[in-house]
């Protein structure tokens, strides 16, 4: 089985063919894809996509490249979004990620 542990298909370079290409995934041999979200708004639809396709599981967070923007609100909406994937029962929820993000954050604005 192959895993993939770093995927962005909830890129809009997918918008095309998203469903056919993770549909298709099983059948090649991929087992489980892990897709990050790098802001709130990839962050949901990479929860969206997980909730369409088992196989694949969301992260939520905001890529560095991305931060340039960020303030307090945006960690109180990823929370929102965590809650929302914890109601999934997702096994791969990293809660002690986002302490750690919000510690790190927290401190760089401090
Ligand atoms: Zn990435």
Do not use: K, W
Request: proline content about 5%; glycine content about 4%; charged content about 25%.
């Amino acid at each position: 089985m192959i895993f993939d542990t770093h995927a962005h298909y909830d890129d809009e370079r997918f918008e095309e063919d998203r469903d056919a290409l993770l549909s298709s995934m099983p059948s090649r041999g991929v087992g489980a894809i892990v897709n990050p979200g790098c802001t709130l708004e990839s962050s949901r639809f990479a929860i969206r996509l997980a909730e369409q396709y088992p196989f694949v599981h969301a992260a939520v967070g905001f890529h560095p490249e991305n931060c340039h923007d960020y303030c307090p609100e945006q960690l109180a909406m990823a929370r929102g979004l965590h809650d929302e994937m914890e109601a999934l029962y997702r096994p791969h929820l990293d809660t002690a990620a986002l302490d750690a993000l919000t510690d790190a954050l927290t401190r760089e604005l401090a």
